[in-house]
Structure formats: C-alpha cells, structure tokens
C-alpha cells in the first residue's frame, strides 16, 4: 500500500517562500507521475505542478515562473519550492501520485498540508 506524507506548509506573508516535501513508501511503478494539487476553501481541487519519472514537467499558469517541482526518485519524494507566493496561493496542498500499470490505473494522495499567505 503506498502511502503519501506532505510537510513544509504553514503561514508565511506574501512575498514569501515555502518548500514542500512529499514523502513515500509502498512501491512505485517504476514510470510514474507525481504532483501537488491545491483547494481552496469554496473551490475545486486544482493541479499545481506535476513531474513524470521521465522529467517531463507541466505546471498551472498561476504559478509558471514562481513554483518549482523537482523530485528524489530513489526516495519516491516530491518537492515543491514556492517563491513570491501571493494571497490567492492560500489553499491546503496536495501531494498526489499515479500510474498505469497493465492497463490499471493506481492513484494515491497525501492528507494535504496547510499554506496560508497573508498580506
């Protein structure tokens, strides 16, 4: 059973920066593709940022220039490195994994941790 831990969330102001860490354990497929999604309060669960196994890398407008995903594949963690964080990134975060594997589709999330910017 794979399991997803988020760390790194809190309140910063905006300006501000916050890395998140996403750590795993359970066993990966080895081509696979993690990621942080975010929601608001009010809204839908949104994508962030999401990395592939192979480095292929695909980020939300909102957050092109200042997020940086970047993962350790040996470790099965994800990070993401968020910098001139505004307001409007206030949200709970998300740390999401999947796969197809022999046609079957795996999906896993973290509990989330919480971001909070101020202004």
């Known amino acids: 059973q794979v399991q997803l831990v988020e760390s790194g969330g809190g309140l910063v102001q905006a300006g501000g920066s916050l890395r998140l860490s996403c750590s795993a354990s359970?066993?990966?497929?080895?081509?696979?593709?993690m990621g942080w999604y975010r929601q608001a309060p009010g809204k839908q669960r949104e994508l962030v940022a999401t990395?592939?196994?192979?480095?292929?890398?695909n980020y939300a407008d909102s957050v092109k220039g200042r997020f940086t995903i970047s993962r350790d594949s040996a470790k099965n963690a994800v990070y993401l490195q968020m910098n001139s964080l505004e307001p409007e990134d206030t949200a709970v975060y998300y740390c999401?994994?999947?796969?197809?594997?022999?046609?079957?589709?795996?999906?896993?999330w973290g509990q989330g941790t919480q971001v909070t910017v101020s202004s």
């Open positions: 999401h994994a999947r796969w197809l594997r022999l046609g079957r589709r795996s999906e896993y």
């Open positions: 990395l592939t196994s192979g480095g292929s890398t």
């Open positions: 359970g066993t990966f497929n080895r081509s696979n593709t």
